[in-house]
């Protein structure tokens, strides 16, 4: 399944101004909300509506409806939570889950150090948040999560992407969609992404 890149004018403009080292906190956190919100419209164009009948100021009419509560938003921490302004904007009413993670360094393996999701995660379509897919070890480490409490419909969502991370990511589980604005050089000797954007984190959140 192959990734799907988000090409549009729009796009390389607020990628160009994210990726500036200049770029201030405020702007950055609104650009990622921004770029998250666009992600969030492709990754959902495949979205299951029901039909319902309103009534507006004129006559009753028959309209299509999301049922919101059928999906579920996972942010992988700190950086995650940086894109889900953008989505709940578009599905205010989408429940929201939270996955923390760190590597053991002699283990090499994932530590959970929080994980909450919503009740039910079996029967939503979940979508996965993450700016950066750099290695792919912590998108491939949540979706196992995911996948162990029984959610089965996953897409990960990204602004920045490796050919690396990418192609890790399809190898373990190649059911899962991927979403992202654009797929970067490589990844340098520490694991950053090149050109990328630096670490996401530190920019949202102003820690660096």
Request: aromatic fraction near 6%; charged fraction near 30%.
């Amino acid at each position: 399944m192959e990734p799907v890149i988000l090409k549009h004018p729009l796009i390389d403009n607020k990628l160009s101004i994210l990726r500036n080292k200049k770029t201030g906190t405020k702007e950055f956190r609104e650009l990622i909300s921004e770029i998250s919100m666009f992600l969030c419209y492709e990754a959902l164009k495949d979205a299951k509506t029901e039909t319902v009948e309103i009534e507006t100021p004129v006559a009753k009419t028959k309209v299509s409806k999301i049922n919101e509560d059928d999906y579920a938003f996972i942010p992988i921490l700190r950086a995650g939570t940086g894109m889900l302004d953008g989505l709940i904007k578009v599905l205010p009413n989408a429940k929201i889950g939270h996955i923390g993670l760190f590597r053991n360094e002699t283990t090499l393996k994932p530590v959970r150090y929080y994980y909450k999701v919503p009740k039910d995660i079996d029967k939503k379509q979940v979508v996965v948040l993450d700016p950066m897919l750099a290695t792919g070890g912590s998108a491939i480490d949540a979706i196992t999560m995911l996948k162990e409490e029984g959610a089965k419909n996953i897409k990960f969502l990204c602004i920045i992407s490796a050919p690396e991370g990418i192609k890790k990511l399809q190898e373990v589980h190649p059911d899962v969609e991927i979403y992202t604005s654009a797929v970067d050089e490589k990844l340098n000797e520490k694991g950053y992404i090149v050109p990328g954007l630096g670490d996401a984190g530190d920019r949202i959140f102003g820690t660096k």
